[in-house]
């Protein structure tokens, strides 16, 4: 028997909703409030049509737009299981990208939310459906701390991208060529905030020695030499104008106290994270280099790993796929990666790797194989196909709930 399909519009205050049969027909079009008494309603709306109509299916479907239809899924999720067996039912939260292309397959139809849920129910019709949502509220509740992470890390690099724009006009050379292997680092920054160009090209050699040693905590083992490439680039820096030499270290101190200030929430969402992942079993963290953190973030997207067939089906959610490009005896050598994929997955993936391949010497050696291959965009391009890799080994960890064996522990 073919199942009753309820396409749901979602939007801030109200949704839109579609119910459709199996053969494409409207079984009826409506709006509900976006709130527990719209959704009361839905749900009796469902269950007067699917008995009139004689289904005992229930097929519903929603893009995944932002958290506006999340209390909905999962409402409709627990109070549906009330109901069974009378009526089975299963709710699918839709890649919204997918759902656009889908729709395009039709002509000239409006953009409005009658449409809309019209073309999610029937998109549910066709069929290939991502997973069915699964009961995994454990995951969603650690999601809001890695996803949050996510979002403070991205506003930390915008904003240190900014800062170094201000640096350039400050002091171009140290923007150029800073001597330290940190620009964010304590030495690097005293530097840049306490020292105009001029100031130290006039400072002794020994009195600049003296000042990284205090700013550094007498960690250089060569500090002349950082001193005398300090006074090299002092030299050849552009001269800032009087008049802009007050608002652009206002600017750069307002900059660092943001970017400092979000440094410290991101270690307190750091700690709650790790908090957390004591509670919940995993091997992940048996790899070196990949903490709790990185843990965390890739358990939290993947929410279960029994939604995955094998470690390609991960490796195409979290976008780690490249495009084929294939025309009779032809197929292209160099192909891109396809711009799909859990973004956050992505993410923690990629982090993870860069860290996992400074410890694991099988990861190392690959990473290093890869950044050889290609003349340009290497560490990027290198690092993106070791966190490829890296699914293979986070599927098997998780799938078989083993510990990681390094690659100097193994048996030859």
Known sequence: MSPMLIGIDVSLKSHHVQFMDGTGTSLASFAVPNDQTGADTLIQKMLDTATKEQLQELRIGMEATSNLGWHLAHYLKAELQGYEPRVQSQIYVLNARKVARFKKGYEALPKNDRVDAWVIADH?????LPHEMKDIIQYEALQR???TRFFLMNNIKRDQTFFLNQVFLK???????NPFSDTFGNTSLAVIQELEPEQIMNMSIEELISFLQDKGKNRFEKPEEIAAYLKKIARSSYRLDKAMADPVNISMATTLSVIQH?????KKLDKEIA???KGIPQTLVSVKGIGPVFAAGILAEIGGIDRFHDHNDLAKYAGLV??????????ADETSRMRTGNKYLRYYLVQAADSVRKHDAEYAAFYQKKYDEVPKHKHKRA??????KLVRLVFMLLKTNTLYTPPERRNP
Do not use: Y
């Open 262 to 266: 979000l440094e410290s929430e991101v």
């Open 124 to 128: 549910l019709r066709f069929g290939r």
């Open 322 to 331: 490249w495009s084929q490009h294939q025309s009779g005896e032809f197929e």
């Open 275 to 277: 908090k957390i992942m």
């Open 383 to 388: 690092l993106v196909l070791s966190a490829r």
């Open 171 to 177: 002091f171009s050379g140290m923007r150029q060529d």
């Open 145 to 147: 701390l890695t996803r």
